[in-house]
């Protein structure tokens, strides 16, 4: 869906993006009705930074919005370092699908990394469902993949290559709904 703005990294970042180059999140074209003409309209918000202490929370986070002028429809870009349709970015998601990948149990990931057993445990799901999807077109571009014998030896050297953020973006410039 071309959601994702890549190599935006940090919601530092983002703002400064923002605020001085925003024509670098403006699509080339409607993701529903492929029209090449959008109108900046407005932000919405998010509550992204979940490391900050409250004092220094960059919250909330303004995500830039697009109307289509062929079919009146919005659509938003998000910059790489924020996680589509997910509270947790992709930085805490890839440290728990490492530890999930190196052998640790969903009860000692959910413990060392303070988070609920249920959410990581469909975040790993979520990645072994979609995993056919996802291993052949990040194959079909980075061939180095090919040679993983299964889906932990997959995403362990997928991860050693890139991180889930940049996966995930490149998946999504190609038309893939992430995550
Ligand atoms: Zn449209």
Not at 73 to 101: F, G, H, K, N
Not at 170 to 178: K, N, P, Q, Y
Request: aromatic share 10%; with cysteine; glycine share 4%.
């Amino acid at each position: 869906m071309y959601r994702i703005v890549a190599s935006i990294n940090t919601l530092l970042q983002h703002l400064d993006s923002l605020a001085n180059s925003p024509v670098i999140y403006r699509p080339n074209a409607c993701p529903h009705c492929s029209y090449g003409k959008l109108w900046c309209h407005g932000c919405y918000e998010r509550k992204a930074d979940r490391h900050s202490p409250t004092s220094d929370s960059f919250n909330p986070i303004p995500i830039p919005r697009y109307l289509c002028l062929g079919c009146h429809q919005t659509c938003s870009r998000l910059p790489e370092c924020i996680a589509p349709r997910r509270w947790y970015d992709w930085v805490i998601q890839q440290t728990v699908i490492s530890m999930l990948l190196s052998g640790c149990s969903l009860c000692g990931c959910s413990r060392q990394c303070k988070l609920d057993r249920r959410t990581i445990r469909r975040w790993w799901h979520k990645l072994q469902s979609r995993r056919h999807e996802f291993e052949l077109f990040l194959r079909t571009r980075f061939p180095e993949l090919g040679r993983s014998v299964d889906f932990a030896d997959f995403w362990r050297n997928c991860l050693q290559t890139m991180s889930l953020s940049q996966a995930m973006a490149w998946l999504d410039r190609e038309g893939v709904i992430v995550p």
